[in-house]
């Protein structure tokens, strides 16, 4: 009898075992906990403070409205009504005619214009909370191209896993016109390997020009600190082209020589706009990164998604939001 019950406890401890000790977090990782939360905070109490002053605005505005309303005879109250009426008509036809046209020029960019590859593969090496800055980078990117006379076709590869679910959640995500794949890019774009070229800070490569039936590939990774070299050795094993834009030949980078996502996409952005390097990184790398200038000697350099700039992109997103994409 002794003998089942100690075989009967045995099964027991081997169907449910014992959860393993939970890991203790580095001081760095404990900071940067504590930081992510206070950010958190900060950001649920800037959303509350912005409700609140939208939701006494709009009572501000209706009570004038009804007050003018109530100091003109009918003829007058009929006019101003049917004037409003026509007004906030004119301003629909307005944004359908634009919402039409950046519709229009994305669609066009599928067939003609330069081709833009995030490579969304490193979600394992992430946290979740960088996950979703990468995620809200990503709708900085499509909103920034959306706006641009001239926009380049994005592509994301690799949307799976928390990387997905993180993408499905942003406005409007299904309606965006760009390429959306779960594989990775060398399997999905294996008849292009010829013409892909990774945008890697290690490159010796130094890339002068964007040759149109070039694909690029900005690796989408936060934080990449802790993965030095990453993409380079990647596209390496994988035999494909790498280059790295020429940052050192305008500028001195001060102290970090990493840029996000977002940034790098938007300086390509603008240099299809504007075909000028130092154009197109001054406007766009912030002021905070700029060592110096006109320095040929400099040797700074980027790629994109290394640091994490949360504050700084959740800056940018919340200035463009009322323009961020929701239906297309």
Not at 294 to 307: I, R
């Amino acid at each position: 009898m002794q003998a089942m019950d100690a075989e009967q406890n045995d099964q027991n401890v081997t169907a449910h075992p014992s959860p393993p000790p939970p890991q203790t977090l580095s001081k760095n990782a404990q900071k940067r906990q504590l930081k992510q939360q206070r950010m958190e905070a900060k950001k649920a109490e800037r959303r509350a403070a912005m409700k609140e002053h939208k939701k006494k605005e709009g009572e501000r505005k209706r009570k004038e409205w009804e007050e003018m309303l109530a100091s003109v005879d009918e003829e007058e109250r009929l006019k101003l009504i049917e004037s409003r009426k026509g007004l906030r008509k004119e301003r629909m036809e307005k944004r359908s005619e634009e919402k039409e046209k950046k519709t229009q020029r994305l669609t066009n960019a599928k067939e003609h214009g330069q081709n833009i590859v995030v490579d969304l593969d490193f979600s394992d090496l992430m946290t979740p909370n960088e996950i979703n800055s990468l995620a809200q980078q990503i709708m900085y990117c499509y909103a920034v191209n959306r706006r641009c006379a001239s926009p380049c076709h994005l592509w994301l590869t690799g949307c799976n896993g928390e990387m997905g679910s993180q993408l499905q959640r942003l406005p409007g995500f299904d309606k965006w016109i760009i390429e959306k794949e779960n594989r990775p890019y060398i399997e999905a774009l294996q008849d292009e390997k010829h013409n892909l070229v990774y945008l890697t800070a290690d490159s010796e490569s130094i890339l002068h020009e964007l040759d149109p039936k070039k694909m690029y590939i900005v690796g989408g990774l936060v934080d990449r600190n802790r993965w030095k070299g990453i993409t380079m050795k990647k596209a390496q094993e994988q035999g494909i082209q790498t280059a790295k834009l020429p940052i050192g030949n305008y500028l001195k980078m001060s102290s970090s020589q990493v840029l996000t996502v977002n940034q790098v996409i938007e300086i390509l952005l603008k240099f299809l706009e504007t075909r000028d390097w130092k154009t197109s990184f001054f406007q766009v790398i912030p002021q905070r990164k700029r060592g110096g200038a006109d320095s040929e000697d400099c040797q700074g350099d980027v790629e994109g998604g290394e640091e994490n700039e949360e504050g700084e992109n959740r800056l940018e997103i919340k200035k463009k939001r009322t323009e961020s994409p929701s239906s297309d």
